[in-house]
């Protein structure tokens, strides 16, 4: 880890160390394993009485490879977890008829 510095202007050597360069060695080996596709978007479905239809639809296309949450006004967002099952998902909501955008 020590490097030293020979033409130093105004003579001598300068011991040179980077305590950091494991931490920068890392870090480049994690950002390679990062992903580079891009989440999904999110589907919003309005005007439904009843959840457990929607439920069974999804487990049925994409087993748990999708987020649900409630927000307002008998809305659910329906967040998938990769680019393939959003279609899938899509899909499906076409197939039955369901109000929803994204």
């Known amino acids: ?3 030293n510095k020979q033409d130093y202007w105004l003579g001598g ?24 596709e891009p989440k999904p978007p999110p ?13 069974e639809l999804l487990n049925t296309t994409a087993k748990d490879k999708y987020l649900v949450k409630t927000v307002y006004n008998d ?5 998938p977890t990769e680019s393939s099952i959003y279609t899938i998902i899509v899909k499906a909501l076409i197939d039955k008829n369901t109000e929803f955008h994204t």
């Open 1 to 3: 880890m020590n490097e």
């Open 13 to 36: 050597t300068i011991p040179i160390t980077n305590r950091f360069r494991s931490l920068s060695e890392q870090h480049m080996e994690e950002a390679d394993k990062q992903s580079t």
């Open 43 to 55: 589907n919003f479905i309005s005007g439904f009485t009843n959840i457990k239809p929607l439920i």
């Open 75 to 79: 809305q659910v967002r329906v967040q």
